[in-house]
């Protein structure tokens, strides 16, 4: 069953704590992304990778970090940088190049600040 | 960068009236103009997409237009059901060979289509 999958789907997390979320694909996609949707927002970028041990800051990098060592994961730490984390966190994966521009979502991970 | 500017920001309509959202982009460089669906607690899916050499594609009920000059293009939706109710967005990207397709979101237009 090919898809792109995250975990967990709920997920609290203390003021001062360091959480790491996670997603995988088994599209065999090379790009992966990660975006934040806050109530009543678009989806904003936070980092993305084009290939394994890559990744670029995306429009909201600050207090989250990133890391692509297999091109199947693609996992994303909210750091306690990051003062409002609370938000509904979506990875993505699309091919690379001139072929179908489709992201392909997974199911999202909402994280809370208690 | 980009900017994406979707309108209006919602949308309430008949069932069997037809819906259109709107959105203008920056960056003239943009070439590729993808359309999500997102219903309530789920993730976002593609409904259509057109690219800038082609002004107009059609899926069954859901159309796209897009206008290169005025850098804006927008989605039309005919006979709405209640099952089309969700936040769509909209979105734009400059697609390269080598470059993967970092879109840039519009605000997203909740539609609500009453029985």
């Known amino acids: 069953d090919g898809g792109i999958t995250q975990s967990p789907k709920y997920l609290f997390r203390k003021e001062g704590q360091n959480v790491t979320l996670s997603c995988e694909q088994n599209?065999?996609?090379?790009?992966m992304y990660w975006y934040r949707q806050d109530p009543g927002q678009g989806l904003r970028l936070i980092y993305y990778?084009?290939?394994?041990?890559?990744?670029q800051k995306g429009d909201i990098a600050e207090g989250y970090s990133v890391s692509r060592e297999k091109k199947e994961s693609f996992p994303l730490t909210v750091t306690s940088a990051q003062k409002n984390p609370t938000a509904f966190y979506l990875c993505?994966?699309?091919?690379?190049?001139?072929?179908?521009?489709?992201?392909?979502f997974g199911p999202g991970t909402r994280l809370t600040v208690l | 960068g980009e900017n994406v500017e979707q309108h209006p920001s919602t949308l309430s309509v008949q069932e069997g009236d037809s819906a259109v959202i709107k959105c203008t982009y920056s960056?003239?460089?943009?070439?590729?103009f993808p359309w999500y669906k997102q219903e309530l607690g789920k993730r976002p899916q593609l409904i259509i997409d057109?690219?800038?050499?082609?002004g107009e594609k059609k899926d069954q009920r859901i159309a796209v237009t897009l206008n290169k000059t005025a850098k804006h293009f927008s989605l039309h939706i005919t006979e709405t059901q209640p099952e089309d109710s969700a936040v769509y967005f909209c979105?734009?990207?400059?697609?390269?060979?080598?470059?993967?397709?970092?879109?840039?979101f519009g605000e997203g237009t909740q539609l609500t289509v009453n029985p």
């Open positions: 960056d003239s460089a943009s070439n590729y």
């Open positions: 599209l065999n996609h090379d790009a």
């Open positions: 990778s084009q290939i394994v041990n890559d990744f």
């Open positions: 993505a994966s699309s091919i690379m190049g001139g072929g179908v521009g489709e992201q392909f």
């Open positions: 979105a734009a990207s400059r697609r390269g060979e080598t470059s993967g397709s970092r879109l840039t």
């Open positions: 057109i690219r800038s050499n082609v």
